[in-house]
């Protein structure tokens, strides 16, 4: 059952593993428990979480069960837009921790920009958060390349990743570049367009080319990328194993190039009324 622990990608000093499991909308939560031990026994390392999730001490709770040392374990928490004041985000980041049982988290971020906050303020807190120990290294989330820009040119601490939408049906080639300029490392929410990309007869076809799923064909056309990490949520234990078992196969560049070119349908899921921002187009 174990599948072997994933790669690490790099950013700003920092070593994250590559697949992380996702923990946003648990539909039966007295499920979440063993989901989240599944993938911590399967290798999981990397295990994403925000207090908006409500899945905080779930996670502690199965970080707990399943015996894994904490030292071993990433464990990244988010901080929401609603908390953007320098003290409602030190509140919410000793809830966060209260939650999950731990005495830091190795990697915290803005859950989604706050325009009717001075960002110079949140930076302040988020840094403010790793000088004092309660977590390891910080980034951000949902940023577009103008925040990122001003996130890492004000932040005192080094920015290590932007956690964006970004999968096989939406080009995101200027925000992607804006990573790279910074030493970022883009990490992928809905890195399946919420499965709207399991369907697709193009990655089918390669998938059936590997012996391996469409779902390992499209995380494994991100994580071949540079400093692109992946975070799937998933809710059977065979997408846990799934999810992480990308690296015994490699795509050729013909096949990342057929992938990629679907990325024309810019198909974007996650864009919520009110808390987007004006987003990057291409």
């Given at each position: ?43 999981y390392r990397h295990i994403d979480t925000a207090r ?81 120990g309660l977590t390891r290294h910080v980034g951000v ?115 990342m190039a057929r992938i990629g070119s679907l990325r ?19």
């Open positions: 059952m174990h599948m072997g622990k994933a790669p690490t990608v790099s950013g700003n000093g920092a070593e994250m593993p590559a697949v992380g499991y996702g923990t946003m909308l648990y539909p039966e939560p007295d499920r979440a428990v063993e989901l989240i031990v599944r993938a911590l026994k399967v290798g908006k999730y409500g899945s905080e001490h779930w996670v502690g709770e199965a970080i707990r069960e399943s015996g894994v040392p904490r030292d071993d374990l990433w464990v990244s928490t988010k901080v929401t837009e609603q908390n953007a004041k320098a003290d409602d985000f030190a509140r919410s980041v000793d809830t966060s921790l209260k939650t999950l049982g731990l005495d830091y988290v190795d990697q915290l971020l803005i859950h989604w920009p706050q325009p009717t906050v001075p960002l110079e303020e949140t930076l302040g807190a988020l840094a403010k958060a790793k000088s004092e989330s949902n940023f577009t390349v103008a925040l990122l820009d001003e996130a890492v040119a004000k932040c005192s601490e080094p920015i290590i990743t932007n956690q964006i939408e970004y999968h096989a049906y939406i080009r995101q080639d200027k925000l992607l570049a804006a990573c790279a300029r910074h030493g970022v490392i883009a990490t992928c929410h809905v890195p399946l367009a919420r499965g709207e990309l399991l369907n697709d007869p193009v990655i089918n076809e390669i998938a059936a080319a590997h012996d391996k799923t469409a779902a390992q064909v499209a995380l494994r056309f991100l994580v071949q990328q540079p400093k692109v990490a992946v975070v799937p949520r998933a809710l059977e234990f065979s997408e846990i194993d799934e999810d992480i078992d990308l690296f015994d196969f490699e795509l050729d560049d013909e096949e024309d349908r810019n198909l974007r899921v996650v864009n919520p009324p009110g808390r987007s921002p004006e987003w990057d187009i291409g």
